[in-house]
């Protein structure tokens, strides 16, 4: 029998996002549950929560909510009812993600390569965290950087007004500058070449282009919507960028979040610049997407690792 648990982290997020979305205050719930304190309903529903309220509070929780226990819960294994369906399928594109199981909630991850993550360079290289979005059953690892780690255009020049993640100067960028400045031969031999597909744009139709065979890559937005949760209130998509990656010109919002690339195109037509999809600071995916040349957007790299050759 497969085995099922409450994904606690997982759940804190989900009656975040209902309380939300029914404009419920801790102060209410505080006072619907008869409880001592908010404080209590602020650490149900923080990113670090350990602990899940009590059966009773559940129950109470429920018929605040106009909802049952089930909706609340983030179950691991075996199959569940969320509250709604919809929840799960990008509104924007309309693409399914995978089994709420795999959501990442930023827990497992590691180091490998060191990258300039200091002012400048005068500071030198530390250790990158890389966050597991999968593990294949083959013993394949995909991962990205925790945070942002540089600033690049996706594309330096261009003489047609289309662009596609093969031909960007970005993707050349990643697998041989940043390729080795990042990682040592050693830890090379660590990272899997894959055949990376590009779908089109859902919304606007640009071409993905053609397959590319990579060593470092950025994500597509289908491979967005299939790991992280993305909500209108909650997105786990969310990034901080170095203080290297700042100074280089990222772009950040006031609570130091920035927005990053993605390698799928976002609106390309006759007439003006090719745009690129990114992910913005609230952790929103943009299919319209910026200019590629514009120099404020984050990169944040993805690979393929073979976790047997890894050092845990």
């Known amino acids: 029998m497969e085995s099922i648990s409450i994904d606690i982290q997982g759940t804190s997020q989900n009656l975040k ?11 209410e719930v505080q006072r619907a549950l008869k409880i001592k304190s908010p404080q209590a309903v602020y650490k149900w529903i923080s ?20 909802c049952s226990i089930e909706d609340i819960l983030v179950i691991r294994g075996g199959k569940m009812r969320t509250g709604g369906e919809k929840q799960w399928i990008c509104k924007k594109c309309g693409s399914i993600m995978e089994d709420v199981s795999n959501r990442r909630l930023l827990k497992n991850s590691f180091m490998l390569g060191e990258y300039w993550q200091g002012i400048d360079r005068d500071y030198g290289k530390s250790p990158i965290e890389w966050i597991v979005l999968k593990e294949f059953e083959d013993g394949r690892i995909l991962v990205i950087s925790s945070e942002v780690l540089d600033c690049q255009k996706y594309e330096e020049e261009f003489e047609e007004y289309l662009m596609t993640w093969e031909n960007c100067s970005l993707r050349k960028w990643l697998n041989t500058t940043f390729l080795n400045d990042a990682f040592s031969p050693k830890d090379q031999e660590k990272i899997l070449e894959v055949t990376n597909k590009t779908e089109d744009n859902a919304k606007f139709g640009a071409s ?90 984050g990169v944040r790299p993805a690979m393929m690792i073979d976790r047997n050759k890894l050092e845990w």
């Open 17 to 27: 996002r209902m309380l939300e979305e029914r404009k419920i205050s801790a102060k």
């Open 47 to 66: 990113i670090n929560n350990q602990t899940l309220p009590s059966l009773e509070n559940l129950i109470q929780l429920a018929s605040l909510l106009n």
């Open 208 to 297: 993905g282009g053609a397959d590319t065979s990579d060593k470092i890559f950025l994500l597509s937005l289908e491979e967005v919507n299939r790991y992280f949760l993305l909500d209108e209130y909650f997105s786990t998509s969310t990034c901080y960028a170095t203080k290297y990656a700042r100074a280089r010109g990222v772009e950040v919002s006031r609570e130091g979040c920035c927005k990053w690339w993605l390698r799928t195109p976002g609106l390309q037509e006759y007439g003006r610049s090719p745009q690129e999809t990114y992910i913005d600071c609230r952790g929103q995916v943009k299919l319209f997407g910026y200019d590629m040349r514009f120099s404020f957007v």
